[in-house]
C-alpha cells in the first residue's frame, strides 16, 4: 500500500491490561460456559490468532481460538474515535483521507492522515476530560506506509506540557525513547502485533492534575523530539 501513516479507533479511558482465560474443555463458537455470565450494553471486540479484532454484540462473552477476553467495566470517552476527519480532531499541518485500507475489524474504514508541505509539527489530537489524578490509558492502532516512526502520547496540550509518551517504529513495533514529562507520572507502554502490518499502540500514566487530556500522535521519520519539526512533502504520512 503506497499512502499516508495509518489510524484507526483511537480511544482514552480507564484501560486496564486485557487477560485471556483457556477453557481447555469448552468450544469457543459455542455460546456461554457454564458458570459463567455477561453483562454489557454495547459491542465489544477480542482479538483472535490472526490478529484480528473480532466484534460480539451486547450480553455476549468474547471468546476466539486465543481465549476468553476478562477486562473491568470501561468507557471511552473519545467519542468518534474512528473519524479522525470529524472537527472534534484538531489537525494541524495535515489533511485526512477517509476509509481507505483493510483495518484489523476486517472492514475498510482506516483513515490516512497526510503531511502537508509546511514546517512545523504535522500532527492531530483530540482533548477529553478526566478526573484529576486518574490514571488513564490511551490506545491507536496505526499501521505504515511512507513514514515508518510515529510519536503517541497522552498528554496536557498547554502549558506546562505534561506527558506520557514513546516514539513507535511501525516496522517492527519497538518502543524508542518512551518519556515522562514534567507533572506526569506513571508512564507504562504497550505494543499489541496485530495482522496486515497493524499495531495497536496503548500509553498509561497519570497527566498531573489536568482536568483535560489530550491523545496525541505526530508524524515523523525517526524517533527523537528534533525529528519531529521538518517541511513535509504533501503527500507522505
Aim: glycine share 14%; hydrophobic share 40%; with cysteine.
Amino acid at each position: 500500500y503506497s499512502g499516508a501513516l495509518l489510524m484507526l479507533g483511537l480511544g482514552l479511558g480507564l484501560q486496564p491490561p486485557l487477560c485471556a482465560v483457556v477453557l481447555a474443555d469448552w468450544s469457543f463458537t459455542a455460546g456461554t460456559p457454564p458458570g459463567f455470565s455477561c453483562t454489557r450494553a454495547s459491542d465489544g471486540y477480542a482479538l483472535n490468532s490472526a490478529g484480528l479484532w473480532v466484534p460480539f454484540g451486547p450480553n455476549t462473552l468474547r471468546r476466539t481460538d486465543r481465549g476468553l477476553t476478562v477486562e473491568p467495566a470501561v468507557t471511552n470517552p473519545c467519542v468518534r474515535s474512528a473519524e479522525i476527519n470529524n472537527s472534534v480532531w484538531t489537525k494541524a499541518r495535515l489533511s485526512v483521507a477517509v476509509d481507505v485500507q483493510a483495518d484489523p475489524l476486517g472492514t475498510t474504514t482506516a483513515d490516512k492522515i497526510i503531511e502537508d508541505n509546511i514546517n512545523g509539527m504535522h500532527y492531530v489530537y483530540k482533548l477529553t476530560g478526566v478526573t484529576p489524578g486518574q490514571i488513564v490509558t490511551g490506545s491507536i492502532h496505526l499501521r505504515a506506509a511512507e513514514k515508518v516512526y510515529a510519536r503517541v502520547s497522552i498528554a496536557r496540550v498547554g502549558n506546562p506540557y505534561e506527558a506520557v509518551g514513546a516514539y513507535i517504529s511501525l516496522i517492527d513495533g519497538v518502543i524508542n525513547g518512551p518519556f515522562v514529562s514534567n507533572g506526569a507520572s506513571q508512564g507504562n507502554y504497550r505494543v499489541i502485533t496485530l495482522g496486515g502490518g497493524w499495531y495497536r499502540v496503548s500509553m498509561t500514566g497519570v497527566i498531573g492534575d489536568s482536568a483535560s487530556v489530550g491523545l496525541l500522535c505526530h508524524l515523523t521519520d525517526a524517533p527523537g523530539s528534533t525529528a519531529l519539526t521538518y517541511t513535509g512533502d504533501g503527500a507522505s504520512g
